[in-house]
């Protein structure tokens, strides 16, 4: 028969291409020979051919699935394993696209349900690949009780020096819920009380771009290469988008900037794993929303933990993150976040109470309040929160201006220090509001505590060191330049029991709840040599 001719014509060249993992081309020649291989099912009597054209059929969609898999299609991947296991459901190759599939797309326990099953298939290509069943078991189960409780330890690959490639992550959303912010739009929100180093989230990213940017004469990130990057970025997040309904429905909701107080507040089921399943709707995203909303909500991977994590000091990533985009900047943030491979990490960096808002710092919050009105510019904002409004107020006190110039021309540290630290006296100013005067002129302090002859010459003219980084801490959270000059002094003075706490406490602040002291101890010493 001709069309028998050509169905089998279709099978070989769809074969050959998946072999040479041209996956693009396999998945038009697979599509022809479904269509083809339905047309004729539809107009089969004899049962014999009706079974193998289904036959052929089930493993056609089954390796669709494999090559729109590979091209990180997960929806229409899914929806083939679906149609193979509706004609065979306990179809090997099948069962184990999907397992992977789903656990891609975060969904750790169906993941699970899928790889028992096939174990459960007691099949000769099963007992063949038991190895194989069993680690993606086992990954299933350990990202699952991840997402579920937030408890990961990433003390072993510290300890191994950031050697082999960075631990596996589950998606995790722990006690928060989005609400509209004081600050602007929208906002995250604690429902529980968190302590410092616990994790608020964990969330993978939608895209991310990295290079090794070339630095130019003049010391400037080289710009073409940041253009490239970015273009490179935009394509990426759009093909995300256009691939997945989820990620398109949520990047919508997100902000551009403007008239944030009338944006509808979604609820934050909506970013969890479990949602995957949900019918979204299909909504258009043309290419400028989406560069508007990527100019207001992508991140760079913090130069601070990129560098710590084990990369090099020149690498710049950018990307996009979906939960962390409802996160608003705080100059006295409680929050702060980490990348890990392609995953960022938020986690508390002081005591958030439940009801406070989450802030995270979209730049640079040791620094005087004249640079950081500059640096919410760039971003395209006036910031709104609290450590802004008083410092604002404060500027009509002519010292704090004096202060600021004086520490630029190149003053004796010590004698800024002791001013402000007098005026702050005079001024009956309390806690919280010192600490944010003492991180605007963090230079200062850092400059002083790590000068022997600065600290010889003012003694107790100047506050110690510890009750400046507690103050620091109340002020911004923790922060790793504090916990690098908190370290480098017990260096010098030899480690008491306190001192060593208060550096782990800090420490958990900076880098998590990092369970190993001997991995904690690796990160402080990182510090002080860098
Ligand atoms: C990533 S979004 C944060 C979530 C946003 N509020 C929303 O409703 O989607 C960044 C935008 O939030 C606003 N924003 C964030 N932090 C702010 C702050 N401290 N002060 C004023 N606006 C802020 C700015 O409009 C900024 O462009």
């Known amino acids: 028969m001709e069309e028998e001719t050509t169905l089998q014509q279709l099978r070989s060249k769809a074969t050959e291409l998946l ?245 509808e507040v979604p609820d934050i089921s909506l970013f969890k794993p479990e949602t995957e399943g949900v019918n979204f709707p299909t909504e258009d995203l043309d290419v400028d929303k989406i560069l508007s909303v990527l100019d207001v909500n992508s991140l760079v991977e913090e130069a601070v933990s990129s560098k710590v994590l084990g990369k090099n000091s020149d690498y710049y990533g950018i990307g996009l993150w979906l939960l962390p985009c409802l996160i608003n900047h705080s100059c006295s943030p409680n929050a702060r976040r980490l990348h890990i491979g392609d995953y960022v990490v938020v986690l508390a960096s002081r005591v958030v109470k439940a009801g406070e808002e989450i802030t995270f710092a979209y730049y640079d919050v040791l620094s005087p309040f004249s640079k950081r009105k500059e640096m919410a510019k760039t971003w395209g904002f006036q910031c709104e929160c609290k450590r802004c409004k008083y410092e604002e107020e404060m500027q009509s006190k002519p010292e704090i201006g004096e202060i600021e110039k004086g520490i630029e021309r190149g003053v004796d540290v010590g004698c800024a220090i002791f001013r402000l630290e007098e005026c702050m006296r005079r001024w009956v100013m309390r806690g919280k509001e010192k600490g944010y005067f003492r991180a605007s002129f963090w230079k200062a302090f850092s400059e002083a505590y790590e000068s022997e002859k600065t600290v010889r010459r003012w003694g107790r003219k100047i506050p110690a060191l510890e009750p400046i980084v507690d103050s620091l801490v109340e002020a911004v959270g923790g922060d790793e330049r504090v916990l690098k000059v908190l370290v480098r002094k017990l260096k010098k003075s030899g480690n008491g029991f306190a001192e060593m706490e208060r550096a782990i406490k800090l420490g958990r602040g900076v880098y998590g709840k990092i369970v190993k002291k001997q991995a904690l101890r690796i990160l402080l010493e990182l510090g002080v040599h860098e």
């Open 19 to 263: 072999l040479r993992e041209d996956w693009n081309e396999s998945i038009k020649v697979y599509s022809k020979f479904i269509s083809l291989c339905q047309q004729l099912l539809s107009n089969t009597i004899q049962q014999s051919d009706l079974l193998k054209l289904q036959k052929s059929l089930c493993l056609s969609f089954s390796n669709r699935a494999e090559a729109r898999f590979r091209l990180r299609d997960f929806e229409e991947a899914l929806k083939d394993c679906d149609e193979a296991l509706q004609i065979d459901n306990t179809h090997f190759k099948t069962l184990v696209c999907k397992g992977k599939i789903l656990l891609n797309l975060n969904r750790y326990s169906l993941a699970l349900d899928c790889f028992k099953g096939v174990l459960g298939l007691e099949s000769q290509q099963c007992n063949g690949n038991l190895e194989m069943l069993n680690g993606f078991i086992e990954k299933c189960k350990k990202l699952d009780y991840l997402s579920r409780t937030g408890n990961f330890d990433v003390s072993d690959w510290i300890s191994g020096g950031f050697s082999g490639v960075c631990p596996e992550l589950g998606e995790f959303v722990g006690n928060v819920e989005i609400k509209r912010s004081e600050i602007s739009g929208r906002g995250l929100f604690s429902t529980k009380n968190i302590d410092v180093g616990s994790l608020i989230l964990v969330t993978k990213a939608v895209a991310t771009e990295r290079c090794i940017l070339p630095k130019c004469s003049n010391g400037v990130l080289g710009e073409n290469a940041q253009l490239v990057m970015w273009k490179n970025f935009i394509d990426k997040v759009n093909e995300s988008a256009s691939k997945c309904p989820k990620i398109r429905h949520l990047i919508s909701k997100l902000s551009i900037g403007e008239n944030e107080d009338d944006l």
